[in-house]
């Protein structure tokens, strides 16, 4: 038994951390930003680095604090029906729907993208898929350490390489950062905030959270108290590295725009950067690591996602699932990076004011004695907000007109919700119903205690 862990427990814990976190789209999405927010990085980036690496330090803290064994234990404080509804939805969205078809097509817009003539994209994209796909089938189908050891060996190449490159960046930028595009000329930090959420980092925290209380565990450590320091300690390990890969990438990003042009996505400013700096040479390097890094996240992904489903559904073997889930991200994928990125906003717009409500909820749980009413009830409120916002989000994305009955909804949030325009049209009233619900709930408790 322990009571405190060493400094070197809790660097080996965070870098963990930090490989579980380090995927497609912490490479992608600030790139993106850096292209687009321009002259207005710093504001941006600011608002980016809340919601992407904010957000999971929380998510993961929660998950230490309310002491539950799982996010189904923890999300079933509000029913047990909500429960599996939220974590399979969860796990669909950082799974087969979106984060893993995202680790294919990220590993071929950086890695292998640049070699393709033109013309070719499509079919190159359903060949490099299908191999990508077919090694992640073999290694979830039969998990083996390897991953464990090729994924501790990959993490730390591709930050080096990643490193040197934005490095080089800094001490010999590419061009002069450019004016903002028009999506972030006004509110820019807000719309970085926004593209935090892409990154699905804070929903993944509340899967990972758990891994991590694992692991100090196995350290010996017992107290919930120190439990929940090292897992904090760890977390800020991860974020600060995270945070920093993140501010030069943008920074790439947005000294890129002059010399490579502006790309729909922020996969090939990477490459394009590679080939800029060091040829070549240097772009085989960084898709090489890029897609076995991608390989790797791929195939924890498809593993949990198994594992998860097959002990809500035990009928489903173990393989079938991860044949399924390996079969659905390979189809998913073949729609291109672009239009996976459009669908998941609406489904991240509805999940992650649910997440971020469920996080804020388990820290505040002891004050109002832990009562399912006040669950119940912030819930249903940010349900009822996240679910119009998701819609407004899909007609945004896919660029039709809102529904005919979604108009005056939204006329109507836009008058009475305090930072709707910003996309946080939940959070007061989220905050609002936990203080009315929590004072009802300690008034009932006190009028009980003092009946008995």
Not at 62 to 70: L, N, P, Q, T, V
Not at 166 to 181: E, I, R
Not at 375 to 389: C, E, G, P, Q, R
Request: proline share 4%; hydrophobic share 55%.
């Amino acid at each position: 038994m322990k009571d405190k862990l060493s400094f070197s427990s809790y660097l080996a814990i965070g870098l963990m951390l930090f490989a579980l976190f380090f995927g497609a789209g912490n490479l992608i999405f600030p790139a993106q930003l850096g292209q687009y927010s321009g002259t207005s990085l710093l504001p941006a980036i600011i608002g980016f680095l809340i919601t992407g690496v904010g957000l999971p330090l929380l998510g993961i803290l929660a998950m230490g604090y309310s002491g539950s064994r799982d996010l189904q234990e923890l999300s079933s404080r509000i029913h047990p029906a909500y429960g599996i509804f939220f974590t399979s939805l969860l796990y669909l969205t950082i799974g087969p729907f979106f984060a893993i078809p995202r680790t294919g097509t990220v590993a071929f817009e950086v890695g292998i993208l640049t070699f393709i003539p033109e013309g070719y994209k499509q079919i190159a994209l359903l060949l490099f898929t299908l191999l990508f796909f077919v090694v992640v089938l073999l290694f979830s189908l039969y998990p083996a350490r390897l991953v464990d050891n090729v994924g501790k060996i990959l993490a730390p190449t591709l930050v080096i390489i990643l490193a040197i490159l934005l490095v080089t960046a800094v001490v010999n930028p590419m061009g002069q950062v450019q004016a903002p595009d028009a999506s972030y000329a006004s509110g820019a930090f807000m719309k970085g905030f926004i593209e935090g959420y892409n990154t699905m980092d804070a929903l993944a925290s509340l899967v990972f959270g758990i891994i991590v209380i694992n692991v100090v565990k196995s350290f010996g450590v017992t107290s919930k108290n120190e439990i929940l320091t090292a897992t904090a300690k760890s977390g800020v390990i991860a974020i600060i590295l995270l945070g920093a890969l993140y501010v030069g990438i943008a920074y790439l990003g947005a000294t890129s725009t002059g010399t490579l042009g502006l790309f729909d996505t922020g996969g090939p400013v990477l490459s394009g950067a590679a080939s800029f700096y060091f040829g070549t040479f240097g772009s085989v390097m960084l898709a090489v690591s890029i897609i076995l890094a991608c390989l790797t996240t791929g195939i924890g992904l498809i593993a949990a996602c198994a594992e998860y489903f097959h002990k809500l559904l035990p009928k489903f073997s173990y393989k079938t699932l991860v044949v399924f889930f390996t079969t659905l991200s390979f189809v998913i994928a073949n729609f291109g990076l672009g239009n996976i990125i459009t669908y998941s906003i609406p489904v991240l717009m509805f999940l992650y004011p649910l997440a971020i409500v469920l996080m804020l909820l388990a820290f505040l749980s002891p004050l109002f004695n832990h009562s399912r009413m006040v669950y119940v009830s912030t819930i249903a409120v940010t349900f009822a907000l996240s679910v119009v916002d998701g819609l407004k989000a899909l007609c945004n994305s896919l660029e039709i007109d809102y529904f005919g009955w979604l108009v005056p909804i939204i006329d109507m949030f836009e008058k009475v919700l305090p930072l709707y325009d910003q996309g946080l049209g939940w959070l007061v009233p989220a905050v609002i119903v936990i203080a009315v619900t929590g004072i009802v709930a300690r008034l009932q408790r006190a009028f009980n205690t003092q009946e008995a």
